[in-house]
């Protein structure tokens, strides 16, 4: 039975969540085509190939090689390419993730197999798909002549959810041949900036605009942040005056995120911000403009000045929380 | 040092983007164009490494004629020679793409020496493939990594750092090295009267743009549908403060 054969994004022996969502749509995916559900994990193995089973894999190839302890664009690429070669998959799907387009795009290069990224919707057989242009603001349909056709899903594309019959997660060892000139891509240190909650994985992101007005008006934000849990992020336009670091820019060119609320204040919601916060499960849109794009998209609004309603919600927040 | 960038000529990211009767193309008739934001750091980094380790920049570009438009931006902020690859403008696959621009650089690199750093954009900001850079890597036999936010430079080396969700990660890369770069490598510089003056008078090279199609094909393009949802107001100024608390109650992020 040929298979969709499912690319295991992790990072030091943890499945990334992206994984899930790519495994969720293989399993739809496979059921609708009549394929088998299989998956491939780098390093040793570390309990993924049970996590892969509990999203519906059958098979888990483990890729396992000195190499691969540690995250190697190259690397990982050619194993993959290898991976693909010895098990024939009719269809092979990462999350459109850096990480996740970057070892497709690797795999595909070996293979001299088209690629296509950041699918949103893949037709039973593969006979054309539809990818994400623009960030999402444009979709392309495109057909693929290739005898292993390479994808990558777009993220929050498709909703991550266990197998109702989890699959048996079986571990099959992989062991690819690596030279060792690939090793020169394999990250050589790490810097670890903020431990806790990220702008990726914050259940509530507080979004600042140009109507904020300055690097130091960020403070009555950051002060509501820190009491819900969350993190502050920014339109482009902020990073563009160096008011915050792009690290905190939401966007096409920054982070999607994806939060269970994101409270947008004094953001206009040019099309390149909307496609970054478009996949958070709430929007509250706080601006003095009830025509602006982020108020008429949102599910909730509030019309007026942040600079006074922020610090107003937050001596709520403290009231109702005792503080 | 001799350092490359690749640019590509895109509908200015911002407005909204409608689709022509034919369905093949965006409408571009009542849009600006520029490079690809990623591209514009990436073209801001060339310069700034050869302002500091001394050398000579180039850009380069596969598209229509008028990406010449970018390819003077480039030259305007520093760039030092500017290569037109004109393919009339046609939407080409990623793997052709790839195989024309290696083309080129293998040619450029045979008339003058090879580059030592080649600097791509992570993804165009319009087909937004993730991939041209990568394919073209593999096909030169040069060492890749995408999404990088530092380049430092030694003699034998490329440091780059790729921004994660909670850090940093580092890679030495040995040159001759490729890099895919993103927004916030840098803030660019705006373009200075003596420097626009100074790109008019730039030579644009030319190499041929010649490759088979690849395995992806367009069938056309489409606008994603948009759920439109009823905003409900929950007040206005701060006396609508209780109002929004009472929201993250029910969504229970309080």
Redesign the interface.
Known sequence: MTSVLVLIES?QGSMAPASHEALTFAREFAASAGLAVNAIVFGPESGMAAEAGTYGAATVHVADHPQLDD?G??AW?ETLAQAITQTAPAVVVAC?T?RG??V???A???L???????C?EVDPGAG?M?R???????????????STKLL?VAPHAFEASPAAAPGAGMMMPFAPTLDDSLA????????????GV????A??VIGGGRGVGSAEAYAPLEELAAL?G?RVGCSRAV??N?WR???D?VG???TRIAP??YIACGISG???HWVGAKASK?I??INTD?EANM???????????LH??I???T???KK??GL | MRILTLIKRVPA?????N?TDDEQS?NTANLGFTMS??EECAVEGAVQLIEQHGGESTVLTLGPAEAEEQLRYAASIGINQAVLMDNGGEDW???RT?KAIGDAIEQLEAEDGPFDLILFG??S???????VG??V???LGR?????I?GIEVSDDTVTAR?????????????RPAILGV???LN?PRYPTMKGRLASKKVEIGAVAAVADA???????????VETV?E????????N??????D???E????
Do not use: C
């Open positions: 990072d995250f664009p190259e690429g459109g850096d387009n970057e497709m795009a690797q595909a290069a070996r001299d197999l088209p690629f296509v990224a950041n949103t054309e539809t994400s242009q623009w960030g999402g603001s444009l979709l392309e349909r495109v057909t693929l002549d290739a990558s020169r891509t394999k990250i050589t240190d790490r810097v670890v900036l903020s431990s990220t702008l990726s994985t259940p509530v819900l969350g990073t563009n160096g670091p792009h690290s820019q096409q060119t920054g269970e609320l040019a099309i390149q709430n509250l849109a009830n108020v008429t998209k949102a599910g909730h609004a509030v019309i007026g000045d006074t309603l610090p107003a919600i001596a709520e927040v109702r929380k | 990211p911002g407005a909204r983007i689709v965006v934001p990623h696959d990623p793997q790839a992570n993804e900001a319009d087909s937004g493939g993730f991939q990568v394919r890597a593999h096909r060492p890749m990594v995408n999404g936010k790729r921004e994660v969700d909670a850090g940093v990660e580092v890679y030495e890369l040995p993103k927004e916030g803030l690849g395995g992806q094909a367009k069938v056309r393009l489409l606008r994603p949802s905003t409900v107001v929950l007040g206005t100024d701060e609508a403060a209780p109002a929004v608390v929201l993250l109650e969504l229970g992020v309080l």
